[in-house]
């Protein structure tokens, strides 16, 4: 597709459970970023990846939270032993490259998490 | 201190007319870049429009425009003629060249409700 793609789009999970999000981006964009959104709240950046090295991890809240990317596109999120605070839509976005701050960051339609 | 703030939570406005949502931000950066987008209820970010630190010229895409007043680090957003389908949350953000990855950095966020 031409737009960024995340799945599952919908997850429910039992508290403890591990879960994983993914992430394609827009072809040829080596710049990816994953957000997290709260009911109701603005976006909590959590990680940034450039190529398949993470340069800032400053946002992601606890150990628990992890993320990688292979071959410079998909990316995946984990969060070990979730918990009921962790319930949020995570948002992947990907930017032709992380060094210009005129180059739009585009996201995609969210995986929202649910923690029972 | 917020980086970006958008002072008006929620907001209604008359369908066909228009409507300007505030935001002020802060940066010790020369260059950087303010970014509108909007969020209906399916959750998907949607870019609006950009508007980079030396643009000499307000920025404007279709029915919105930025009304950028760089001493004053204000980059309102004026959706003109507005319709049922604007009806949704729209966050400012910016994206400074300091900050790794030129990560976006969001506002709070304006819910707008579009009255027929």
């Known amino acids: 597709g031409a737009g960024v793609s995340q799945s599952p789009s919908n997850k429910v999970t039992e508290k403890g459970k591990d879960v994983e999000l993914r992430c394609d981006p827009i072809?040829?964009?080596?710049?990816l970023y994953w957000y997290r959104q709260s009911l109701g709240q603005g976006l909590e950046f959590l990680i940034y990846?450039?190529?398949?090295?993470?340069?800032?991890k400053s946002g992601l809240p606890s150990d628990r939270f992890s993320a990688e990317r292979t071959g410079g596109s998909v990316s995946t999120l984990t969060i070990q032993r979730t918990q009921q605070e962790d319930s949020a839509v995570y948002l992947c976005?990907?930017?032709?490259?992380?060094?210009?701050?005129?180059?739009?960051?585009?996201f995609g339609e969210g995986s929202w998490l649910t923690v029972v | 201190a917020q980086k970006i703030t958008q002072t008006q939570p929620g907001m209604f406005v008359q369908e066909k007319e228009a409507v300007t949502l505030d935001c002020t931000y802060d940066?010790?950066?020369?260059?950087?870049?303010l970014f509108w987008y909007k969020q209906p209820s399916s959750g998907e970010m949607i870019f609006l429009i950009y508007?980079?630190?030396?643009?000499?010229q307000n920025a404007t895409e279709g029915r919105y425009s930025l009304n950028f007043q760089k001493a004053r680090k204000s980059a309102n957003l004026v959706i003109s003629a507005s319709q049922l389908g604007d009806s949704a949350m729209y966050f400012c953000?910016?994206?400074?060249?300091?900050?790794?990855?030129?990560?976006?950095?969001f506002g709070g966020g304006t819910r707008v409700l579009v009255k027929p």
């Open positions: 976005a990907s930017s032709l490259t992380g060094v210009n701050s005129g180059n739009t960051i585009y």
């Open positions: 072809s040829g964009h080596t710049a």
């Open positions: 990846f450039q190529g398949n090295s993470a340069p800032d």
């Open positions: 940066t010790s950066d020369q260059s950087y870049g």
């Open positions: 508007q980079g630190s030396y643009d000499e």
């Open positions: 953000a910016m994206r400074e060249v300091k900050a790794a990855g030129n990560k976006l950095t």
